[in-house]
Nanobody, 119 residues
């Protein structure tokens, strides 16, 4: 079992910045990759950014150049630094961890943190 807890969301004006954090605990040694997803009202959950254990990153086209994903393995924490935020970035942001198990890869999710971009 992996437990994920997000923090850092909030209300920010357009053009502002936020840093989201995701703290992982439990069987973290089986994690092979982590990522941030977001879900806006009435829309499907979408990938924002991901990072593998080897440090390979991937970003959605909509956030490239504005977001940076990183991990601090010593703190078992993943971050998403977001800048130049737009109203369309408003969503609940969920932390994800892909973990190896005897049955294959299993996805764990955090409860989510709300990000609202509004003047």
């Amino acid at each position: 079992q992996v437990q994920l807890v997000e923090s850092g969301g909030g209300l920010v004006q357009p053009g502002g910045s936020l840093r989201l954090s995701c703290s992982a605990s439990g069987s973290i040694f089986n994690i092979i990759a982590m990522g941030w997803f977001r879900q806006a009202p009435g829309k499907q959950r979408e990938l924002v950014a991901s990072i593998t254990n080897g440090g390979t990153t991937n970003y959605a086209d909509s956030v490239k150049g504005r977001c940076t994903i990183s991990r601090d393995n010593a703190k078992n924490t993943m971050y998403l630094q977001m800048s130049s935020l737009k109203p369309e970035d408003t969503a609940v942001y969920h932390c994800n961890a892909a973990s190896n198990s005897s049955l294959g890869v299993y996805d764990y999710w955090g409860q989510g943190t709300q990000v609202t971009v509004s003047a």
